[in-house]
C-alpha cells in the first residue's frame, strides 16, 4: 500500500569547508510518497533548490543498495537512521509520519573531517587496510582453490565479519570516535582463515597501530554494533584483542631470534 | 568497406593461442619495469586488479577513482558470483564448454580468441581469489560449493552468499592496499578523469579533476588503462549506481579511440519494478533467484487478484512453458523479453501492473523455509527493505532494467584501443560478451583481464619504449587540453538556463529507453535520432549549474557526464539502427522468429561494427571486424 506523508520538516547541516564553521538550515517537504527512499526525498529537494538557484546539498552516495558503502548521514541522532541493519540509501520514507521533525548530519568524528555539507573524509579507513588489511598473494602464484580446504563454519564466520561495507557508521555512532568494529571485521575475516594465518599477528599488530594513530579508545559501548547496516557482531573486536595481545608477545620473540 | 582493424589474434589453433602469444610476447626485464609509468582509471574488479598486478611486477603505477576510496566501485554489488571451468562438480564442465556457452550467449558476435582466452583463465582467477582470502561458499567438507546460473547446463558458478561481488572487489582491493601501503601504487582518490591526452598518435596520459577542489591537473604515463565500467546509466534508470557514467570511454572515443556496438545493451530480467516517476535507480535481484524461484503471470489480462487467490491453472509460468528444457534460466535477453511481452498483453502484476511474479512458494515447500533463507536470505531482507512486502509470503515483483552494457572501446587481443599505449578493461572495454552476456561472467572477464592479460599484454607495448624518452606534462598539448576541460566546465556554469542536469538526464534517459531498450525499431530509432539532438540543444541553452566551478560541486559534476550520455545516446541508436538483424540484446521487431524470437542475419553482421569520431555526434564513421569462426558454427541460439 503507497501512503502520502504531509510536512516534514527537515533540519540539514550545511557548511562550506572543513575549517569553517556550520549551521542547521530548515527545510519543508509538503507532500511525499513512503515509496521514496530517504536519498530520493533530497534528491527532490536539491532539484528543488537548483530551481531556486541554490547550492544543492553535498552528500555522499552511489550504489543506493546498501553495498558500497558510500551513503552515510546521522538521521535523528542515528547513523544510517532508525532502521536496523538497514544503510541510508536503504531506509524508504516508510518508516516515518506526517508531521515528523527530521534532523540530518554529516558523520561526526575527528577522524572523518567534513569535507562539505555532510560529505566527511573516510580515507583513514584506507590507511588502516594498507597496513595490513590483505593476504600477500601475488598473482599468478596461487596453488589450486580446493587444496586449501576451509570448514563451513570458519567460511561462515569469516563472512560473516567480510561483510563489512566501510561505511563508518560505527565511528559515528561511538561516543569515543573509535573505528574498533571496522578494524576487528576485516582483521577477523582473514585471520580465521587458513590462507591468513602466516600475517596473523602482523596483520593484528600493524593494523590495530594504525587504527590506533587516527581514531578514538573503544570503552565497550557497544554502539557500534547496533548501528552497523550488516550487523556485525561486537564479538569481532575480542577476537582482534586477543590476537593482537598475543602479537604483541609473538612478534617481539620472533623479533629476537633475528 | 575494408577493415582497419587488426584484432592481432596469436597464430595457432584456437586452444594454443594464447600460450603461442604468451611464448612470444616481448617481455621487460624487472630491473627496467621501474622505468614505466602506467597510469590505472577507475579501481573496480579490472582497474584494481590491473593496479596492483602491474605494481607487483615492478612498474611505477598511479591508480585514479573518482569515489573517496577504491572499495565503492560499483563491481561491488554484483550479486550472483563467477563463472569458472573448474569441473569440480564433475558434471561435464571443461575450459571449451564454458568458452562454447560464452560464444553461444553472445549469440556469436564475441570475437573467438578471446573469449577462449576468458575461459582458459577463469580457473586461475578462482585459485587467486582464494588464496587472497576471498569467503567463498564451502560445503561441509570445506570444499568450494558451485551453483548454477542461466545460460549454462552445468554448475559452474562460485559464490559468496548473495554478495560475490563485494567480496571480489574487497579481495583486488586489499591487493591494491597492499601495493599502495608499500609505495608501488600511488592512489588519487576523489579524481575524475576529464579528458585523455593523445601526443603523436600515442595515449600520453590523462587529465584529471580534483572533485575536492575542482583543480584540473596532468598526469603523463607510457601507457594509460581505462577500467572504468560500462555505460547503462544512458537510460537513467538501471540498476548501475548514481555515478556510473561513460566520461572516461567518450573522452577517449573523441580523441581517437573506437567504439564499439554500443547498442548492445543487456536489460537484466530480475530488477524491482519502478514504483514512482522520481525514481532515482532501479534494484537488481540477483538471477540466482531464479535457481528456485518460479516466474509466471496471471493467464488473463488484468486480473488483479492476490496471487494466493489466483489457482495454479489459471497460471502462466511462461519460462517453464516456452522453454522447456532451460525454464527459468533462460538467458538474459530471453527472459527479459518474455516479461516485456506479458506486461505489454496487460497480464503484469503489481499497482502499476509493471512486473512479472517470482514465486518461492514451491521452493520453500520443497526445502524449508530454511534453506532457502540461507541461500537468498539477504535478498529477500533488501526486496523487504524497498517494497514493504515479505517474499517468504508473498510473491516478488520483478521487470527488467537496464544493467550492463556489452559495448564498449573497440579493444583488440591485447586489450589495446585503436589509440597506440591506451587500454580498456573490464565492462569498459567490448571484447568478451558478444550481444548478451551471460550471468556471473562479468566478473570472471573483470578479474580476467586485470590480473591475467594485461599484465602480459601490456610489457609487449612497453617494451619498445625502453630507454626512449615519452612526452611528459610540459608537453604544450596537456595544457591545451587542460585549457579545454576548464573551458567545458565553464561554459556548463555559465548557461544560466532553468534545467537541472538530473532533470535532462531522466529526459534522455526515457527518449533512449523507449527507442533503443529491449525493442528496437526503424521508425522508433529514426525518431530517437530526431529527439535526442533537439534535447541536447535545448541542455545547451537551458541547463543550470548553481554553484561555481572552483570547489567541490556535485551539480557540475553530473553536467559533464550528462553531456557525454547525449553524444553516447546519438551513437546508440545510429549502431542499433545500421544493425538490420536481431541477436542477444539488440532485438530488432523487424527482424523475429514466427515464434518472436531474434532472428539474425550472418551473412551480412557477423561483425563488430567500431564507430570512429568525426567530430560530429550525428555522422560518425562506421568500420567493421569481421567475425572469423574456426571453431564454432553458427547455430540458432536455442534454450527450448
Known amino acids: 500500500m503507497t501512503n502520502t506523508l504531509k510536512n516534514l520538516t527537515l533540519k540539514v547541516w550545511r557548511q562550506d569547508g572543513p575549517n569553517t564553521s556550520g549551521s542547521f538550515e530548515t527545510h519543508t517537504i509538503e507532500e511525499i510518497t513512503d515509496e521514496a527512499s530517504f536519498l530520493e526525498m533530497i534528491d527532490i529537494l536539491n532539484e528543488r533548490l537548483i530551481e531556486d538557484d541554490k547550492e544543492a546539498i553535498v552528500f555522499d552516495h552511489d550504489c543506493r543498495e546498501g553495498i558500497c558503502g558510500t551513503c552515510s548521514l546521522m538521521i535523528n541522532g542515528q547513523a544510517h537512521g532508525p532502521e536496523r541493519g538497514t544503510a541510508t540509501c536503504q531506509l524508504h520514507m516508510r518508516k516515518f509520519s506526517s508531521g515528523d521533525t527530521i534532523v540530518i548530519e554529516p558523520w561526526r568524528a575527528s577522524a572523518f573531517p567534513i569535507i562539505r555539507d555532510l560529505m566527511v573524509d573516510r580515507s583513514s579507513f584506507d590507511r588502516i587496510v594498507e597496513a595490513g588489511g590483505y593476504i600477500t598473494a601475488a598473482t599468478g602464484g596461487a596453488p589450486d582453490a580446493n587444496l586449501i580446504p576451509v570448514p563451513k563454519p570458519v567460511s561462515d564466520a569469516a563472512m560473516d565479519a567480510a561483510q563489512c561495507i566501510g561505511c563508518g557508521a560505527c565511528v559515528a555512532a561511538c561516543p569515543n570516535g573509535a573505528a574498533n568494529l571496522f578494524t576487528a571485521a576485516k582483521i577477523t575475516h582473514l585471520n580465521l582463515l587458513p590462507q591468513g594465518q602466516a600475517e596473523r599477528y602482523s596483520r593484528a599488530e600493524d593494523m590495530v597501530e594504525t587504527m590506533d594513530s587516527y581514531f578514538g579508545s573503544c570503552t565497550n559501548h557497544g554502539e557500534c554494533e547496533a548501528a552497523c547496516p550488516k550487523e556485525i557482531s561486537i564479538d569481532v573486536i575480542a577476537l582482534m584483542n586477543a590476537d593482537y595481545r598475543k602479537a604483541k608477545v609473538q612478534n617481539r620473540k620472533q623479533l629476537s631470534r633475528t | ?640
Request: contains cysteine; glycine residues 10%; charged residues 25%.
Open chain 2, 1 to 640: 568497406m575494408s577493415s582497419i582493424l587488426d584484432s592481432k589474434s596469436p597464430e595457432g589453433p584456437l586452444a594454443d593461442k594464447w600460450q603461442n602469444f604468451k611464448a612470444n610476447e616481448k617481455l621487460v626485464n624487472p630491473a627496467n619495469k621501474r622505468k614505466f609509468k602506467v597510469i590505472v582509471v577507475g579501481t573496480g574488479l579490472a582497474g584494481a586488479s590491473a593496479a596492483a598486478t602491474l605494481a607487483e611486477l615492478g612498474y611505477q603505477v598511479d591508480a585514479f577513482t573518482f569515489h573517496d576510496s577504491p572499495r565503492r566501485a560499483h563491481s561491488i554489488a554484483a550479486q550472483g558470483g563467477i563463472n569458472a571451468a573448474k569441473n569440480y562438480r564433475g558434471d561435464g564442465d571443461s575450459v571449451n564448454r564454458l568458452f562454447y556457452d560464452t560464444i553461444k550467449g553472445g549469440d556469436f558476435r564475441s570475437r573467438e580468441s578471446n573469449v577462449h582466452r576468458l575461459a582458459e583463465v577463469s580457473v586461475n582467477i578462482i585459485d587467486q581469489m582464494v588464496a587472497q582470502g576471498v569467503p567463498f561458499a564451502r560445503e561441509y567438507g570445506g570444499m568450494l560449493d558451485n551453483r548454477s546460473f542461466g545460460g549454462a547446463q552445468v554448475s559452474r558458478t562460485f559464490y559468496a552468499r548473495g554478495q560475490t561481488g563485494q567480496q571480489l572487489l574487497l579481495g583486488a582491493y586489499q591487493q591494491l592496499a597492499r601495493q599502495v601501503g608499500q609505495g608501488g601504487v600511488r592512489l588519487f582518490n576523489r579524481s575524475e578523469l576529464v579528458d585523455v591526452v593523445v601526443i603523436e598518435g600515442r595515449a600520453a596520459g590523462v587529465v584529471v579533476r580534483d572533485l575536492m577542489t575542482g583543480e584540473l591537473s596532468s598526469h603523463s604515463a607510457h601507457a594509460v588503462v581505462l577500467a572504468t565500467g560500462g555505460y547503462g546509466n544512458a537510460f537513467f534508470l538501471s540498476t548501475n549506481a548514481m555515478a556510473c557514467n561513460v566520461t572516461a570511454a567518450w573522452r577517449a572515443h573523441k580523441r581517437g579511440a573506437f567504439f564499439a556496438n554500443p547498442c548492445y545493451t543487456q536489460i537484466h530480467p530480475t530488477c524491482i519494478p519502478q514504483s514512482d516517476d522520481f525514481q532515482s535507480k532501479l534494484t537488481l535481484m540477483s538471477e540466482s533467484l531464479r535457481n528456485d524461484g518460479r516466474v509466471w503471470v496471471p493467464k488473463v489480462a488484468g486480473d488483479n487478484r492476490e496471487p494466493h487467490l489466483i489457482p495454479e491453472d489459471e497460471r502462466d509460468y511462461y519460462l517453464e512453458r516456452l522453454y522447456p528444457s532451460f525454464g527459468n534460466l533462460a538467458p538474459r535477453d530471453i527472459s527479459s523479453r518474455a516479461a516485456k511481452r506479458a506486461v505489454d498483453s496487460g497480464q503484469g502484476v503489481g499497482l502499476k501492473q509493471n512486473g512479472v511474479y517470482l514465486d518461492f512458494s514451491e521452493a520453500i515447500g520443497r526445502l524449508g523455509r530454511d534453506t532457502v533463507a540461507e541461500r537468498y536470505g539477504n535478498l529477500f531482507d533488501m526486496y523487504e527493505r524497498i517494497t514493504g512486502e515479505n517474499p517468504y509470503d508473498v510473491p516478488m515483483r520483478i521487470y527488467p532494467a537496464s544493467h550492463y552494457t556489452m559495448g564498449g572501446l573497440w579493444v583488440d587481443y591485447e586489450l589495446m584501443t585503436t589509440i597506440p599505449g591506451l587500454y580498456a578493461a573490464g565492462e569498459a572495454n567490448f571484447s568478451d560478451h558478444g550481444a548478451n552476456r551471460l550471468g556471473a561472467s562479468a566478473l570472471m572477464q573483470g578479474l580476467s583481464d586485470g590480473y591475467f592479460v594485461l599484465p602480459y599484454t601490456i610489457s609487449n607495448y612497453l617494451s619498445e619504449w625502453l630507454n626512449k624518452s615519452v612526452p611528459d606534462t610540459s608537453h604544450p598539448e596537456f595544457a591545451k587540453v587542460e585549457n579545454e576541460a576548464r573551458d567545458r566546465y565553464n561554459r556548463f556554469a555559465s548557461v544560466g538556463g532553468t534545467r537541472s542536469p538530473d532533470w535532462f538526464h531522466r529526459e534522455l534517459g526515457k527518449i533512449i529507453w523507449d527507442y533503443c531498450g529491449m525493442e528496437r525499431t526503424e521508425a522508433g530509432l529514426e525518431k530517437a535520432l530526431g529527439e535526442i539532438p533537439a534535447l541536447y540543444e535545448e541542455f545547451k541553452k537551458d541547463l543550470r549549474v548553481t554553484g561555481g566551478t572552483d570547489g567541490l560541486n556535485q551539480t557540475l559534476e553530473k553536467a559533464g557526464r550528462v553531456e557525454d550520455f547525449f553524444e553516447l545516446g546519438m551513437l546508440m541508436c545510429r549502431d542499433a539502427l545500421d544493425r538490420k538483424e536481431s541477436c542477444g540484446g539488440h532485438f530488432r521487431a523487424e527482424y523475429q522468429t514466427e515464434e518472436g524470437e531474434a532472428l539474425r542475419d550472418d551473412d551480412n553482421f557477423a561483425h563488430v561494427a567500431a564507430w570512429e569520431n568525426t567530430g560530429d555526434p550525428m555522422a560518425p564513421n562506421r568500420h567493421v571486424e569481421d567475425l572469423v569462426y574456426e571453431e564454432v558454427h553458427f547455430q540458432t541460439r536455442s534454450y527450448k
